[in-house]
């Protein structure tokens, strides 16, 4: 389990902490998810914001799977008020990343619609989905940040994808929706730029930029669950497979995913817990016996 105890060794953000433990839920591990669960909850914020107060508008809603499932249901409640009547949002109520900015960033596809999902305001989910979408995608591949940072951010693409994924395992009434086919529609796009390797640069369209490896744990979450689902057809499993042990080969003797975007400025290759969760997550879509194989790797 040399991934997950590296996992377990970072200090994490509120939306790590609710990665990670998605990732120890998919891993069968309920007791790990009760208690990040409960130290999210230990930090929430007065506003209800799971996870703690930062400068952070949607980040600490990755917490709440974790949060419901172990049973904290009022400190659940109050994120959901948050999200769906304090938060800011554009007129059109897309939700802002950022609080006191007006910024739309694709992360916050993953941070809330899965959340939504769970809660049952399938609607909203909807409609942030389509929201993130005016806004950032152009021809199937995210922009990161509306305004300020228009490049193709492979690990923005990634957040989408995987948080369309997680909210229709969720809430498997999403599928005759159009988020599925709107995932699949992302998901092809980005594979266009998969570089020789099996991985992708920082910045899809930019070989000048750095060779990242999240991004493809991201995509292989995506494709392996898509396929689990029932809303992605069989060949994907293998394009899921092919990203997984492309990120594989970056994994050290530490179990470290390596080459990362790292944290804690995310803008240079590194190590993340997300990273560390997003290799867990994926892993843990495949059959069982193979699942424990590269876990334990």
């Known amino acids: 389990m040399r991934v997950l105890d590296a996992l377990l060794a970072m200090q994490r953000q509120s939306w790590e902490q609710g990665v990670a433990a998605q990732a120890v839920l ?7 998810a009760r208690l990040m669960a409960e130290s999210a909850v230990a930090r929430q914020a007065p506003d209800g914001r799971l996870g703690g107060p930062d400068d952070n508008a ?21 994120q959901l008020d948050w999200l769906l009547h304090a938060a800011p949002r554009a007129t059109d109520g897309t939700l802002f990343h950022v609080l006191a900015t007006q910024s739309i960033w694709a ?3 993953y941070m809330v619609v899965p959340f939504l999902a769970l809660s049952g305001e399938l609607d909203e989910a909807v409609r942030q989905v389509n929201g993130h979408r005016r806004a950032l995608c152009r021809d199937g591949v995210y922009s990161a940040i509306s305004p300020g940072r228009p490049a193709r951010w492979g690990g923005g693409n990634g957040w989408v994808v995987a948080g369309i994924a997680r909210a ?11 988020l599925p086919g709107h ?17 992708f640069h920082d910045v899809l369209d930019d070989p000048a930029t750095f060779r990242e490896t999240n991004a493809a744990q991201m995509f292989a979450y995506a494709a392996l669950a898509g396929v ?8 994907y499993e293998g394009v899921g497979r092919s990203l997984l042990a492309a990120a ?6 530490y179990g470290l995913v390596r080459g990362a975007c790292g944290a804690p400025t995310f803008d240079r290759p590194g190590t993340s817990a997300e990273a560390q969760a997003f290799h867990l997550l994926a892993t843990a879509q495949l059959p069982p016996r193979s699942a424990s194989r590269a876990v334990r790797g």
């Open 26 to 32: 998919d891993l069968g591990r309920a007791d790990l």
């Open 228 to 235: 689990a689902d029932g809303w992605l057809p069989s060949p």
């Open 107 to 109: 992360d916050t596809v």
């Open 168 to 178: 229709v395992r969720l809430a498997p009434e999403l599928r005759s929706t159009e």
């Open 58 to 78: 949607v980040n600490g809603a990755a917490c709440g799977e974790a949060v419901v499932k172990a049973g904290f249901a009022d400190a659940a409640r109050r």
């Open 248 to 253: 594989e080969r970056e994994v050290d003797a």
């Open 183 to 199: 995932a699949r529609e992302v998901l092809d796009a980005c594979l266009e730029f998969r570089r020789p390797d099996g991985l």
